[in-house]
Each structure stands twice: as C-alpha cells, then as structure tokens.
C-alpha cells in the first residue's frame, strides 16, 4: 500500500508485515527507515476529521519532555493521502512511542510486583506529576483530552508518560473559534455533571478533564484503588457512575453511604497537602467544577511532597511522607504478607511475588540491563538522595525506650504470673505470644442482590423435589469484583442494570477462579495480579467450565445471553423471541430445559409480535382466553415453572399459547398479568 505525505509528497510504503496496532477505527503501520514515526490509517476516513488534523498540525502544544528526548503528547506531525489521480484523506503520521506499560501496570500493586518490582512510590509521585506536566501543556493550548483513561496512558520505567490517542482530543480552531469535539469516554473518568450525557454534542472544558486527571493521580498514590470506590454502609448505588454523579467520594469529609475498602492504603499514607487536593477535586469541584485543582497545582504539590519524602532505613525501596512516624509500607507488608515495594534484595530472590503468582510464568517482563537493577532515575527534575530526615535519630531513640518499658513490663508480667497458684486448664509460656495478624480480604462493593423473598410453597409445588444447590461462603477474595456469582443463583432483574463491561469482565472472572488462561494479554494481566488467581497451563475455557458448580453454570448462561444481547444492540428479551421464531422457523425444535428450583421467582417478559400472545388457564389448547398479552407485559411466575412439552399429568398446569403457534405449560400457584386486556379474543 501507498500513501503520500502532504507536506512534502513524500511516498511512504506500507506492508502488513509492518503493522503493529490496530483498533475499530485505524490502524498503526510502521515506517520503513524511520524509526522516530508511525503511520496511523483510518478504516473510513472523513472530511472532518482532516480539518480537524490540519488545526492540531499547525498548533502543536509544547511538549514538556522535548528536551529529555521523550514524547509525552503524541501528536500528529503530518496529514497522509491517497495515491492515485483523486487524492484523498486517509490517515496522519505521529511520533513513535515505544517499550512503554500502561499506566494500570504501574499503579496495580499485583501487575507492578511482576512486571516493574522495583517502581517505587518516589517514582509513582514522579510519574504523577510527569502526567500533570502533560495536561498541563495541553490546556494551556486550550486543548481538552477528554476521554481520559488508562487505556490511553503510557508510562515508562523512569517515570516519563506519554499520552496516546491525541486525535481524539477535543481542538478548538483559534482562527474561527470552531470546536472539534471528543465523542467518546469512559464512565470512570468523566466528571458528575457530564454522567449520562451524549460526548459528541457536549463541548468540554479543561475543569472536565481535571476530573479525570485527579482519579489517576489517585490510582498511582493509593494502590489502584478508584476514589469512589468504597464498603457500603448503607443501601447506596451499585455503580461507580452512580456514586460519580452523586459525589460519593469515599475518602472525603462529607457523610456518604461509603467508606474506604479496608484492605485498600489509608488516605492518611498521602501527605494532608495531596489530601486536600483530593477532596477540592472530587467534593469542592462537585458542586463548582472551577474548584478542582488546575494541572499546574498538582505538578507543584507533588513536586514539594517528592522533594520531602522520607527513607526507610529497613527497606531501601521503601519511600513515604514526612508527616508520618512509622512506614506504612513495612506495615502493610508485616499485616498482609507482600511487600508493596520489595526490596532490591527480595526481587533478586523472587521473593516479591505471592504464591499464587509463582505458579505462573512472568509474561513479557523487560529485564533492565542489571539482572533486576533499580529503573534508571526520573530525568525531570532530578531525584533527591535518599536521606534520613533530622528527626529520623530521636525517632529511633524514642523507639528504643518505648521497646525497653515494654520488655520490663512482660518481665513484671511473667514474675506476677510465676507467683499465682497454676490451674489444671491454664498454662503460661514464659514468653507471651504476639498475635498474628491476619490477612483482610479486599472487600469490594457488589451490586445489591434481589431482596424479593418468594411466597410460601402451596401443596403442589412443595411437593416437588428442591434442586437449590448449597450455596458457596459469602466470603470475598482479595479484588474480587462479583462474588455473587459463585454464591447465588442470579436474575435478570439485577444483571439488565449491568454495562456490558461489567458483564464481561464478571464471565471473565468466573473462568479465571477456575484457572483458566486469556488470549487478551490487558485481561491476563488484570487477574495475574490477583492473589486467588491459579492459573492452569493448557486449560480451555470449555474444560473449565467443566468444574463449575450449578449455579455457577446457570450463572454464566444468564451473563452470556445479556452479554450478546448487549453486543447486538437489541433488548434481551426481544433478542431470546427471535431466536425461538428463527429456530421454528428452521424446523428446530426448542430444546427442553431443566426446570429450576420451585422455590425460584420466575418472571416471564413477553416478546411477542403486536398481535400480542394469549394466556390460557385450563389443561387444553381449546379452552378460552383469558388475557392477552402484548410486548413488555410480565406473566409472574410464583413457585413454578415453565417447560415446552405438554406434562404427562396436566392437573394443576395451566397452558400458554401464542398467536404465532408457540404452546407451552405453566405450573404455579398463581399467574398475574400486567398490562394485559382482559378478555376473551
């Protein structure tokens, strides 16, 4: 393939063996001969988009990494046409951004243990305000990122980041003042005001991206834990965009029904000056987004909290604020067993990794030159040296003392105990035994279950053989999102409120508790880095799925029929009505399935043609009509069931027929038609 540059006509040659990227709307070509560029080609090239690339062109923002020879805006260079006698728009060249991670690789305590061990909190404040300086430079350009994401965040092991995706970016033409807005984003990123509003009709601000700009921040300084992501304490939304657009900060000075994942870092680990920043980010700039702190501000606050740090003397990876008296990082590795920064010495070992993630293979880990050296320093600015602070000596000194009262009183202990008159139940050791503390789960927010609670069971139904599996611990694992889908039998009622995100990532997350791998390597990663993860070499998804329990395969069926409901763009329920017609039509029968528990609400959506769908309560086919029932009409089923093939004894069932010639047999204790005409047809 042929392309030309616009500027200086410049053939350029493409080769599918160059490429390396591709996506829904381009893809990313390499350049034979010139290593400092890329080729980006859109599958449907548009007009807007060239005028909108010829602004960014002209006004490039000023790259605050230039002068270290990095690049941390990847900007379009240049406009490539087609070759031919009707030349046309067709892509735009960039500069080359390689042998970066995402940012999540770094800030994601499980994935960082594997793939950059040796990335200190120094090098996360460094890489914070490295992203800062970036959004910085485009605001001041009056260029708006808008879709703020992970996804779109590279950062290298010396703390430099580079910012992907820069046309999408939202570009204002300073000749005319026309505005080339952002038509996409992510839930988690975008600000309150803008929750559940349409992007590409919605002209963004820079206060709109400090809000995104602010939840990664926090992600790299708190372990990957998103700011409004929190324990309920009372009934509260399900989702983070929920909370979002409510100002449920978990972490702030309001009264919300959250608090803070117990097992996640203390906000008081941050120094009070990024503290406040956060609370003027997420509840200050709640109700005025002008209120949340500009690029610039966070650039000098981190600056001034990196330059203050303070040095372990246990563990040389181990950096904190000055506002603290002790390590949080030697207490969270003694209180959960894994060191958040092992040291240099521990990673040389292998002993950094959890048992877990021992079993497996490291993927695509990039070794430094050093067998497991330190990540070569942060360039800009220069990193201080590592040194004890001032008041580091009367620390230890007050320490000592505080360690000597404690041994003379076990030693006054042990002597009152010595002297007692012994029991034949009680035995003392002549040293007493600390308490081990015990490892707590990562408790995360689940979607509230369904509280509706069936009615008692008639004779009939009761009768009948219970197939309620036993249901697994309502324990959850360390980051396990949806644990319910191992403990309970789920419905639609809760699953329609999912994204298909959230769908996806929960089938994902029921075949990675059974071992399964992922081709996916962003998905792989994700669950490498949890602790539960087990994974089994040469598993396939099916062999899996073989030591699922009941409910866990009834579970998985559910997700992945609103998952491809989701996928098609039409209802669930209207998506099953055409699968069943398309089968009848094809001459397929329906096949039989299991009846579930009687104990188990069932509630039926129809999904029938205009004509509707009539309900018939007595044995046979001929008896009258009592109901008719149109699209989105419910028929509830209590303590019952529904199957496709006439019963061997019809007494107590009650037959269903619809207009198209669809029959079938309903047992319950009772029927109710919502919506529906009464009368007979």
Excluded at 231 to 254: C, M, N, W
Excluded at 475 to 488: I, L, S
Excluded at 626 to 632: I, K, Q, S
């Amino acid at each position: 393939m042929l392309v030309r540059r616009l500027s200086n006509r410049q053939l350029l040659s493409l080769h599918s063996s160059g490429r390396i990227g591709s996506g829904g709307e381009a893809l990313v070509f390499a350049i034979a001969g010139d290593s400092t560029s890329v080729v980006k080609l859109y599958h449907k090239p548009t007009s807007q988009r060239a005028q909108k690339l010829a602004v960014m062109i002209v006004n490039p923002p000023d790259d605050p990494m230039a002068a270290q020879g990095h690049v941390s805006i990847a900007w379009p260079t240049d406009t490539l046409i087609s070759v031919g006698d009707n030349e046309r728009f067709v892509g735009f060249v960039m500069p080359r951004v390689a042998a970066l991670r995402q940012i999540f690789e770094v800030y994601n305590p499980g994935v960082r243990r594997l793939h950059c061990p040796l990335f200190n909190y120094m090098y996360l404040l460094r890489a914070a305000r490295n992203l800062a300086a970036a959004f910085r430079a485009l605001h001041a350009r009056r260029y708006v990122v808008g879709d703020v994401n992970e996804c779109n965040t590279l950062v290298a092991d010396s703390a430099l980041v580079s910012l992907l995706d820069t046309d999408s970016f939202q570009v204002r033409d300073p000749k005319n003042g026309a505005i080339f807005r952002c038509p996409v984003g992510r839930a988690e990123f975008t600000p309150p005001e803008l929750q559940g509003m349409e992007f590409d009709r919605v002209d963004r601000r820079p206060e709109h991206d400090l809000f995104g700009l602010g939840v990664l921040i926090f992600q790299l300084l708190m372990g990957g834990q998103h700011p409004f992501n929190g324990v309920p304490v009372a009934r509260g939304d399900s989702t983070l965009e929920a909370r979002i657009q409510k100002g449920h900060f978990a972490y702030g000075k309001r009264c919300v029904p959250y608090k803070p994942n117990p097992a996640a870092i203390p906000f008081s680990t941050v120094a009070p000056s990024l503290q406040q920043l956060f609370i003027d980010c997420f509840e200050s700039g709640y109700n005025d987004p002008a209120q949340r702190p500009a690029a610039e501000t966070w650039q000098s606050a981190l600056q001034k909290e990196e330059e203050s740090l303070l040095h372990c003397s246990r563990n040389n990876q181990h950096f904190y604020s000055n506002h603290l008296t002790a390590c949080p990082w030697c207490e969270r590795a003694s209180r959960f067993g894994i060191d958040p920064f092992p040291s240099r010495r521990a990673v040389e070992a292998g002993q950094h990794l959890s048992a877990a993630a021992q079993q497996v293979p490291l993927p695509n880990i990039i070794l430094p030159t050093r067998p497991f050296g330190a990540p070569p320093p942060p360039v800009f600015p220069p990193l201080p040296k590592a040194a004890l602070s001032p008041r580091a000596p009367l620390r230890n000194l007050f320490k000592w003392v505080v360690i000597g009262l404690g041994v003379l009183m076990v030693w006054a202990w042990i002597q009152q105990s010595m002297q007692q008159k012994p029991t034949p139940q009680t035995s003392y050791s002549s040293t007493p035994t600390r308490p081990v503390p015990s490892v707590q789960p990562m408790i995360i927010p689940t979607i509230p279950p369904n509280t509706w609670q069936p009615p008692p069971r008639s004779t009939v139904a009761s009768a009948l053989p219970s197939q309620v599996p036993s249901a697994a611990p309502a324990v959850q694992m360390a980051g396990e999102r949806f644990p319910q889908t191992r403990q309970r039998l789920m419905n639609s009622s809760e699953v329609k409120t999912w994204t298909e995100a959230q769908i996806r990532y929960a089938i994902n997350e029921m075949y990675a508790r059974h071992g399964a791998g992922f081709r996916d390597p962003q998905i792989a990663r994700v669950f490498l880095g949890m602790p539960w993860y087990q994974l089994k070499p040469g598993l396939t998804y099916a062999e899996a799925k073989k030591s699922f329990t009941s409910v866990e395969v009834d579970n998985v069926k559910l997700l992945g029929f609103w998952r491809d409901a989701r996928k098609a763009g039409v209802r669930p329920e209207v998506q099953q009505r055409i699968d069943e017609l398309q089968a009848k039509e094809n001459g397929a029968e329906t096949p039989q399935s299991a009846a579930p528990p009687v104990s188990r609400r069932v509630a039926v959506v129809i999904a029938s043609d205009s004509r509707g769908l009539n309900l018939r309560v007595d044995h046979t086919a001929k008896s009258p009509v009592v109901a008719t029932l149109y699209h989105g009409d419910q028929v509830f089923l209590d303590n019952g069931y529904f199957r496709n093939d006439e019963p061997p004894e019809p007494v107590d069932w009650q037959h269903v027929t619809t207009m198209t010639g669809r029959t079938g047999w309903i047992r319950a204790d009772y029927v109710t038609a919502s919506g529906a005409d009464n009368g007979s047809q």
